[in-house]
T-cell receptor
Framework: DQQVKQNSPSLSVQEGRISILNCDYT??????FLWYKKYPAEGPTFLIS?????DKNEDGRFTVFLNKSAKHLSLHIVPSQPGDSAVYFC??????????????FGIGTKLQVIP | GAVVSQHPSRVICKSGTSVKIECRSL??????MFWYRQFPKQSLMLMAT?????????EQGVEKDKFLINHASLTLSTLTVTSAHPEDSSFYIC??????????????FGPGTRLTVL
């Protein structure tokens, strides 16, 4: 049972345009959401996160939007650059409650930014 | 930034042998380390959570006698795949949590180890 779903395995975008990566989740207990970026032969690196008390979080060219009612989040990259070409993982975890909570990952979306 | 290393990056072994994978946090102390496994076209699946100085907590379906985890220090955790079989061939990746007391502390990932069992 995949609790975090990334339905698009790949995405191609022209340099300078907006990249939109989507993620859906099924577990209503998820309270904290993260995006990781992974280059070949490297481990995933943390990119941006959002708590369920927000609906938007922005960091430079990266913005994550959260729609709790739809159980959907998206990562926007504007403008897209060739160096953004990587696999992007969506991840989610339940609320804290004083201890570390397990993070569940999606399958990843491979983004290719075409120069 | 926080760096996590893994060794080896790639290993090929014969069926029935044991393989040890090391995970090190290079510039921070990691009270908690995680071991994941990723099969082709699947997501990262958490295998176990390793806390320094205590026994690892395994996820459902992961055999603790087969995947031995030791977290002997704040910078080193090891995963030993015992009596490896071809179905254990996978990409094993560790992460370390830079603990600051927040439940949302970021995990820093190692580069992964590609295990191939012949």
């Amino acid at each position: 049972d995949q609790q975090v779903k990334q339905n698009s395995p790949s995405l191609s975008v022209q340099e300078g345009r907006i990249s939109i990566l989507n993620c859906d989740y099924t577990n209503s207990m998820f309270d904290y959401f993260l995006w990781y970026k992974k280059y070949p032969a490297e481990g995933p690196t943390f990119l941006i996160s959002i708590s369920s008390i927000k609906d938007k979080n922005e960091d430079g060219r990266f913005t994550v939007f959260l729609n709790k009612s739809a159980k959907h989040l998206s990562l926007h990259i504007v403008p897209s650059q060739p160096g953004d070409s990587a696999v992007y993982f969506c991840a989610a975890s339940p609320a804290g409650g004083g201890g570390y909570q397990k993070v569940t990952f999606g399958i990843g979306t491979k983004l290719q930014v075409i120069p | 930034g926080a760096v996590v290393s893994q060794h080896p990056s790639r290993v090929i072994c014969k069926s029935g042998t044991s393989v040890k994978i090391e995970c090190r946090s290079l510039d921070f102390q990691a009270t908690t380390m995680f071991w994941y496994r990723q099969f082709p076209k699947q997501s990262l699946m958490l295998m176990a959570t390793s806390n320094e100085g205590s026994k690892a907590t395994y996820e459902q379906g992961v055999e603790k006698d087969k995947f031995l985890i030791n977290h002997a220090s704040l910078t080193l955790s090891t995963l030993t795949v015992t009596s490896a079989h071809p179905e254990d061939s996978s990409f094993y990746i560790c992460s370390a949590r830079d603990f600051r007391g927040f439940v949302t502390d970021t995990q820093y990932f190692g580069p992964g180890t590609r295990l191939t069992v012949l």
